[in-house]
């Protein structure tokens, strides 16, 4: 549904985004995320074009970016940070108007109305007037909106700010339930926003992508990154330590890293960097007949890793794609 290579975007002297490359397949959610000034919103603008490329080539649904852009655009809703609203409008109005605009013939525009409540679960509020709306049902008729048409490709620009926890939840659940049928991108500056909903994440940073990868790669990655750690009650040994690595000594052989000292008469720790071994270290320490008090897994999380490569984008390294 999206298909960029190698463009940027200048403002003057400043280049807010630069050689980015971005593929967005049809039935996925793509979040684009990154720090305020990554280059997330210029990145839509071009996507959704309000602003031609500078350097290279852009398509959308199959068109080409800014030449067939009213063929693009018919394929494509949107929803900005701000919604735009008539505040002394019903939602119902407010819905109709926006159908007229698009150049939606009446029983078009009757029916994509109905289903847009519906999809937005407005059904109830649709003769309220806008302004009287809270936050979250006011972006809920932004949404609306964008759904008008029925496009194959939502474009959301940071759709969750401004909501309380709850309606949080609910909009985090409609973007779920609307991706079963539509490709969708999403941009935010939270990692948990689109860890909740995207399969797949754009991270940007300085106007240039630093990573492109799946959530489950990211959340491997994280994984990769921990920390397993027991400690071992080894009674009447006189170095528990040396009785712990003793039993562990064939788990742990090719292992880097690896921590194991004594902490009392009675107790070792043990701590392994990497992936989470705790089930083939719990084996070991029982066919030693050792007891482990604790046994866990400390995983960095895929905020961590996210962080991290930001961290290393912001020592000027190459761009690179992939988390892992």
Request: with cysteine.
């Amino acid at each position: 549904m999206i298909e960029a290579r190698g463009i940027t975007r200048r403002y003057g002297r400043v280049t807010a985004v630069q050689d980015l490359d971005l593929t967005v397949p049809a039935g996925v959610v793509c979040g684009l995320l990154g720090p305020n000034g990554a280059g997330k919103t210029t990145t839509i603008r071009m996507v959704t074009g309000m602003l031609p490329p500078d350097e290279g080539t852009l398509e959308v649904a199959g068109h080409p970016m800014p030449r067939e852009r009213r063929k693009a655009l018919a394929r494509l809703g949107y929803l900005p940070e701000s919604a735009p609203s008539n505040p002394e409008m019903r939602v119902v109005e407010h819905l109709r108007f926006r159908s007229d605009l698009l150049g939606l013939d009446r029983g078009v525009r009757e029916r994509t109305v109905s289903t847009a409540l519906e999809a937005c679960d407005l059904i109830g509020v649709e003769r309220r007037l806008i302004g009287q709306l809270s936050k979250g049902f006011r972006q809920r008729v932004g949404l609306a909106a964008a759904l008008l048409g029925d496009p194959e490709l939502l474009v959301l620009d940071e759709p969750t700010v401004g909501l309380d926890p709850r309606q949080l939840r609910d909009f985090r659940a409609l973007i779920r339930r609307l991706a079963e049928t539509r490709t969708i991108l999403i941009s935010s500056h939270i990692m948990q926003e689109i860890e909740a909903v995207a399969d797949r994440v754009v991270l940007m940073h300085q106007g240039r992508k630093v990573a492109d990868d799946t959530i489950e790669s990211f959340r491997l990655a994280g994984e990769r990154g921990g920390l397993t750690i027991a400690r071992v009650e080894v009674p009447g040994a006189e170095d528990p330590a040396a009785a712990a690595r003793a039993a562990t000594a064939g788990l742990l052989q090719d292992v880097d890293g690896v921590r194991i000292e004594t902490i009392s008469a009675r107790l070792a720790e043990i701590a392994i960097p990497g992936p989470d071994r705790t089930a083939g270290l719990g084996r070991a320490l029982a066919s030693a007949g050792l007891v482990a008090v604790r046994l866990d897994f400390e995983g960095p999380g895929i905020e961590d890793v996210f962080l991290d490569l930001l961290e290393r984008d912001a020592g000027s390294e190459p761009v690179t794609e992939g988390a892992s």
